[in-house]
């Protein structure tokens, strides 16, 4: 099992891509998504995106671990 971490493209130069997660922006490699752009969402894993997804899917997995975070408190 993997944990992927929704996040925001920003910038995008050659296969690097610049990335908002919660706030804290970070450079990751994008050769796994040739498809995404600039203003779409990505899942991340171990420095890569993995996955293009949609503003929604992103929204729904924040909340969730929002809820996950807020039952441990």
Do not use: R
Not at 14 to 26: F, L, M, R, S, T
């Amino acid at each position: 099992m993997c944990l992927a971490i929704p996040s925001k493209i920003l910038k995008i130069k050659g296969h690097v891509a610049e990335v908002d997660i919660g706030g804290n922006v970070k450079e990751v490699n994008i050769m796994l998504t040739p498809e995404a752009k600039v203003g779409d969402y990505v899942l991340l894993h171990a420095g890569y995106a993995i996955q293009v997804i949609d503003e929604k899917s992103a929204n729904e997995i924040f909340e969730a671990w929002e809820e996950a975070y807020d039952a441990l408190q």
